[in-house]
Each structure stands twice: as C-alpha cells, then as structure tokens.
C-alpha cells in the first residue's frame, strides 16, 4: 500500500516542478506592453506590495479582490480597510471588509471597494462565500488541502463627461469564483479564479482568468500570477520574506502598468496581531524623480485571535513539539532496526546449524559409502561386524526450528524427539513465543536436549 501510495506522488511531485519552472520562465518573458484600466486596480497594501501576484497566495481578507477562495484561510474574525492612490492617473481606491469563519470550514464576508477619478466613479457592494472542501479530485487526501469560493457583487457606475457635468448612473451585478490548491508537503499553492464577469450595461473591459503559482523555500516565497483577458495578457512575478516568525514581511514585484509607465512594486507587512498593517509602494523605474507611480496602506484588527506575542511562541512550542515527534520517530526507527537485527542474527544461527547438520551427514553418507565400497571389495573372511563404526553420531543439542503454518507443539516433538509426549519439554523453553497452545508463525523456537 506505501508503494501504490509513492506512486500516486510522483504525477504530482512533477506536476509542481512544471509549476516552478513556469515561474522562472514568467521571471524571463518579454512584458505585454498593455496598460490595466483604472477599474482593474486591485485595492489593499497587501497585494500592493506584491504587485498584483495574489492568486496563489490568497492567505487573508484581501482575497476577496482576487481569489475568493483564500477567504476560507480566515481563522477568526476581522476588518480590514485601507486607501490607495495612483499619480498617474490620477485614481483614488478605497475598501473595507469583514470577513467571519463559520462552522464546518466556511467563511463568509463581505465588504465595499469604491474607485474615484474625476469624471468616474465607481462602487463595488461584495458578498463571499468560501470553504474547505474534502479535496481535489484525483489527490489523496491527506496529502492536500483544496478551498473553493465565491463572490456576489453590486455594482454602482457614474460617469460625467466633464467636471461640471452631472453624474449619468448605471447599476450592475457581478461574479467572481476561484480554487486555491494547498500541498504542504512540496511548500506549494497553486490558485485560479476568474474575476470581473460584470453585467454587460456597465460597458468594463471584461472578465479576468488569474493563475498563479507560490513555492516556499523556507522564508522566502516565491510566486507568479498570469492575468488574462481579451486584448491583455502578462505576468506579474513576486517575492515576499518573513522575518521574525511572521512578524514582519519584506515584499516586491512588479507593478500594475498605467498608460505607459513602468513601475516597480515594493512593500512591507507587519502582523502586530490583533492588528495588521501593510504598505505598498509602486515606482517607476524609469525615472524615480517623477511624480508617478502609487502609494497604497491598508490597516486590519481580528477579533479574538492570538496575539503576535503569542503566535511566536506558539510557533516556537510548534517547532519544538515537531523536533520531538522526529527524535521519538528515530528512537522507534531504532527500536525497529535493533528487531530485525536480532531476528537476523537468529536467522543466521539457524542457517549455520543447518549448514553444520548437512555437512555432518555429508562426512557421514561419505565415510559410509567409503566403508562400503571397502566391505565389497573384502573378502568374507576379512570381514568384521564392527558395531562402534555403524553407531549414529550424536546429536547436538539444543536445536532451533522456525515455526511454520500448520505447526503444533507435538507434531515438533515428534520430528525432534519421536515422541509427542515431550510436547511439554518445548513449551517450557519457549513460553513467550507461544500463544494459546500454538507457536507463534515466523518465530524460532529452541528445542532443548530431551
């Protein structure tokens, strides 16, 4: 069964090397040289600071921007809002969400996300639903974890075409839907949602297929999202390092393109739990003298929680217990270990006195077709009946016989002795080995001189 189990790794173990080395690639591509529109700007420091990589990660609140899914990550409940602003544009983004883990591995959220240029305005009203499910078709179980979710939304679009004009309203209705793939044991995530599917009246660009990849090598994470679209399509490749057991978070990637600038993303994270802060910045590495580029801060508090004091010690204890469990693996390893190679040493002692007793009749059968073939050759008056020469050797004793299926003491008795009333002799050598009257298949029992 442990076999057929390795077997079932190795599709995905290389299913995931694929991934990494998408990644590499993503990191060597040439860039598309379209530009998102002011409706595709992502809210929070926390995707920010990463540039717009999220899918894969989509460990918190801001999950509901990109990947749905991630919100079932959510343990307890929290807020999160925050404001960001990009110069070139110039665009404003604000956002506030809730989001609360329910019982049975559910998560329900919702929050508002609103968008401001001069003569556009536009508001987000989001409700999710997201939860762990049993797990991805084809994977073991216990190998995996698999989160599915989903977001319902509101939406609210003015638009004037001048800053004396009024506001020309319009109001729509959206989806979004993602998966987020978990394999602790490879340190990998693998997300993909589809956001953006906007009612048509609304006249936005269009839905967004997001695919994205992390790979964790120790701290350091490394990801990749792939952002598709009619008319778009690029990567956004990312890093992020925690410090201090997660208390800190150093981020960078490369930046949402506005027009035709170029930007870099940078970023911090700090979880001073119950609070969360993140910073995002987006500079343009064509001229860091230019007034271009955004600055994004989103602020979170969760209810309940641990605080940061206590998840590093928590993640200390974590460590600890998990050195325990590898020394007592070890220590069992070696117990297990010493058994077989005291059950080979067995194994080897009956061997050699096998070998002994068939080299034994070997002399023997030798030396008596030697005697024969001299008792042929004499005559009969040569002759002698000499009864010390056809006397059997004696046995050497104790012996060890390796208990077989269909074993009874007194049928041993009787191959050793000839007498299955002496049954008793070996059960008294070999209590331990015997159950209910029956030797114990698989052990070898010493038989005693009678």
Known sequence: MRREARGER?????????????????????????????????????????????????????????????????????????????????????????????????????????????????????????????????LITQDHRFFLGATFRALSLRKRTNPSAKFDGKAGAGLDAGGLLIVPEYKTQIGASLTGLDSANLDLKGPFLNLGVMKKFGILSLMVDWRTRSGFSTFFPAAEIELYQGLVQIRGGRGARLGELKTVALGMGFNILPLIVDFGLHLPHEGLHRREGAVLVSIGYTFGGKRYYEMIV?????????????????????????????????????????????????????????????????????????????????????????????????????????????????????????????????????????
């Open 10 to 138: 190795r599709p995905l173990k290389k299913f995931l090397y694929f991934l990494l080395s998408f990644f590499v690639a993503s990191l060597l591509s040439p860039r598309s040289s379209l530009a998102l529109e002011d409706e595709d700007i992502i809210a929070g420091g926390h995707i920010g600071g990463l540039g717009g990589s999220y899918a894969a990660l989509a460990d918190g609140h801001q999950s509901l921007h990109i990947n749905p899914a991630g919100l079932a990550r959510v343990q307890v409940p929290g807020i999160y809002s925050g404001f960001g602003h990009y110069y070139s544009l110039p665009l404003s983004n604000y956002h506030f969400g809730y989001a609360r883990p329910l019982d049975g591995g559910v998560t329900a959220a919702g929050g508002w996300e609103g968008t401001r240029l001069k003569n556009k305005h536009l508001d987000r009203f989001n409700l999710s639903w997201s939860r762990q499910t049993l797990g991805f078709p084809g």
């Open 314 to 450: 928590g993640r200390a204890a974590t460590e600890a217990q998990n050195l325990t469990r590898d020394i007592t693996g070890l220590e069992e390893q070696k117990r297990k270990t010493q058994k077989d190679l005291g059950d080979a040493e067995i194994n080897l002692k009956v061997l050699r006195q096998e070998i002994r007793v068939m080299e034994q009749r070997r002399r023997e059968d030798v030396a008596a077709e030697e005697l024969r073939k001299a008792e042929a050759g004499r005559p009969k008056s040569e002759k002698t009946d000499d009864p010390d020469s056809r006397k059997p050797p004696k046995p050497q004793w104790p012996k060890h016989h390796r208990v077989e299926a269909g074993d009874t003491l007194r049928k041993i008795a009787i191959q050793y002795y000839g007498d299955p009333e002496l049954w008793e002799l070996i059960y008294k050598t070999n209590s331990e080995k015997i159950a209910r009257g029956l030797p114990t298949v698989g052990e070898v029992l010493t038989i005693p001189k009678p």
